[in-house]
């Protein structure tokens, strides 16, 4: 798909110097750009390249004024940086814009859906599933029973959503994610033999909410798993059964919530962090990388290590923790001394 510098400035309300009908198809880094490409330039450390680059059209900040000859046409605007992700979100929209049912997919004479469906080819629709408007179902997906998907949704491939969920609008779901799987629910017994405990909850996923490839998310025992409004999740976090995430929080990768859990607005949350179960995290709270949370934590703790404590704690300590082996050492020699009299 090919785009002239006229149809990009009009799309982005900027200014061509240059040639207007130059046309790119591809997207580059400013220094990696050769013909046909388009790239930006917002970052002054990297303003040399604009001189060198053999991208065809260069989007550049409104202020910005050659100091030698260059061979890009350059629009510019306002805001660069920010030209340029509206852009890629132009982009990625028209690219993902598939309609119609592919063949072979199976689809319950009892599902419902809005107009501008896609559902790709070998994806499975569940009895009684609503689906509503402009929704992207790739191939291979499976949508369990009394599933409802609100408009503007996308599933990539692979993804598999259990029964009784609930998805907001606008939601992206990267292949491999699965929703609804039962809770790690197991009762021991005398005999040491586990008996499973029916999860017969449900996943609630409020409106904006981007989960990353592999990411599970379990059902609840009974009521609901909760991830609110703008949640993000990166790749394969694990978070069980009936933890309720708050609005506008993320999880970087590899994080692992335990059971009932509740975490509150505006957290961010490292990865590889893990959060034992029954613990009430608090709003705007920071748990850095590989972090261990045993306890209940109060708005607006930052906190580090395992089990974690307070960061500025944790930075202070570190210091001795890396001296310990020559501390160590210099108290042994301290302690012949005074055994030696000296």
Do not use: W
């Not at 490409?37 to 050659?66: G, R």
């Not at 990768?253 to 859990?261: D, V």
């Not at 959060?275 to 995290?281: D, K, P, V």
């Amino acid at each position: 798909m090919k785009f002239t510098a006229a149809q990009i400035a009009e799309i982005l309300d900027g200014k061509i110097e240059g040639n207007p009908e130059v046309e790119v198809s591809e997207l580059a880094k400013i220094e990696e750009g050769g013909e046909g490409s388009l790239t930006f330039l917002s970052n002054p450390k990297y303003t040399s390249y604009i001189y060198s680059t053999q991208a065809s059209i260069t989007i550049v900040n409104s202020d910005f004024e050659a100091e030698e000859p260059i061979t890009t046409t350059l629009i510019k605007v306002k805001d660069a940086y920010k030209a340029f992700s509206k852009l890629l979100e132009y982009y990625n929209q028209i690219k993902l814009n598939k309609q119609g049912i592919e063949q072979p997919s199976f689809v319950s004479d009892s599902a419902e859906f809005g107009e501008n469906l896609y559902l790709g080819a070998f994806a499975y629709i569940g009895e009684n599933v609503k689906i509503g408007k402009n929704v992207k179902i790739y191939p291979n997906v499976y949508i369990g029973d009394n599933v409802k998907i609100a408009d503007d949704v996308i599933i990539f491939p692979g993804v598999k959503v259990y029964s009784e969920t609930v998805i907001g609008s606008n939601c992206v779901l990267h292949s491999g994610v699965i929703i609804g799987a039962d809770g790690f629910g197991f009762s021991p017994g005398e005999d040491g033999i586990y008996s499973k405990v029916p999860q017969i909850g449900n996943v609630i996923i409020e409106d904006n909410v981007d989960i990353g490839a592999g990411t599970t998310i379990d059902r609840a025992t009974l009521g609901s798993t909760i991830i609110r409004e703008g949640v993000k999740l990166d790749n394969q976090i694990q978070i069980a059964h009936n933890v309720e995430i708050g609005s506008n929080t993320a999880i970087a990768a590899q994080a692992g919530i335990a059971g009932s859990t509740k975490i509150g607005e505006n957290c961010l949350i490292g990865g590889q962090a893990g959060i034992a179960g029954h613990l009430q995290i608090g709003d705007r709270v920071k748990i850095q990388a590989q972090s261990g949370i045993g306890r209940n934590v109060k708005d607006d703790e930052m906190l580090q290590g395992s089990p974690a404590f307070g960061y500025g704690d944790f930075a202070k300590s570190y210091v001795h923790f890396k001296n310990l082996p020559k501390t160590i050492d210099t108290l042994n020699q301290l302690e012949k001394k005074i055994k030696n009299g000296l």
